[in-house]
């Protein structure tokens, strides 16, 4: 692509009247967690991101308990299922993509003294969640990453049961799993909808397609033009310049 310039952002989105479009439907299904962490943590977690995807305004996000029904309906337990299984032909009815994961991370990430389990004072934790996207049309896999967001913390915080002493640390936990579920649907979101310029008004304020959540006041992105593009020899993929 080519350069055009660097933006710092102060105001980033301005909500446009238009003709309202059916969005995309989308199902977070179960986030599972590894040894040492709690395992109640992966259905709050799964509820904190649905609740992420929904203030995107980009996605239709269907109820999990439906969810459930409609996976059930085609003859499948788990979402995982439609990537080791296959979907039937045509996809899922009503279903655009899907959504899964497991919590490989959470607790203590530096500085701090661990006595039977507590993590005291003076450190920072730490969650890193590896989520997969999934087309549920035909059961591709769109996106795999891993997602990690840090926060500090002078709380007593249990790493392993994340029980604690106090009613601040379990709030901490609970903020570090909002603000890595908001990581997590803005990576998903930005990477089925590319952010965009929208205009550029006459005092050279730049709008967005994305606003609060996504964007930060004063944060500096790169703005390209888009190419015509090439395709790659090997596969016939049309390529994004």
Not at 79 to 93: A, R
Not at 124 to 134: F, P, Q, R, Y
Request: hydrophobic share 40%; with cysteine; glycine share 14%.
């Amino acid at each position: 692509g080519f350069l055009i310039a660097n933006l710092v952002l102060f105001a980033v989105w301005c909500p446009i009247q238009v003709h309202a479009v059916e969005k995309p439907r989308i199902g977070v299904g179960e986030v599972v967690v590894v040894d040492g962490v709690a395992g109640q943590l992966g259905s709050d977690f799964a509820v904190m991101l649905s609740t992420a995807l929904v203030k995107t305004r980009k996605f239709e996000v269907i109820e999990r308990a439906r969810l459930k029904e409609i996976l059930k309906e085609q003859g499948l337990s788990t979402i995982s299922g439609v990537i080791e299984d296959g979907v039937k032909l045509g996809g899922i009815k009503g279903v655009r993509y899907l959504v899964y994961g497991s919590i490989t991370q959470l607790g203590k990430s530096s500085e701090g003294v661990a006595i039977q389990g507590l993590s005291i004072g003076g450190g920072s934790m730490k969650m890193g969640v590896d989520i997969k996207l999934v087309d549920a049309q035909n059961g591709r896999t769109l996106i795999a990453d891993t997602v990690t967001h840090e926060a500090g913390s002078s709380q007593n915080v249990s790493i392993g049961g994340i029980t604690s002493k106090s009613d601040d640390s379990q709030q901490a936990v609970g903020d570090l799993m909002r603000a890595t579920a908001t990581d997590v649907a803005n990576l998903i979101t930005t990477g089925i909808f590319p952010m965009k310029v929208v205009v550029v008004q006459k005092d050279g304020t730049v709008i967005l397609n994305y606003g609060d959540g996504a964007l930060e006041k004063g944060m500096v992105l790169e703005v390209y033009e888009v190419g015509e593009g090439f395709k790659d020899p090997d596969t016939g993929e049309v390529v994004p310049r």
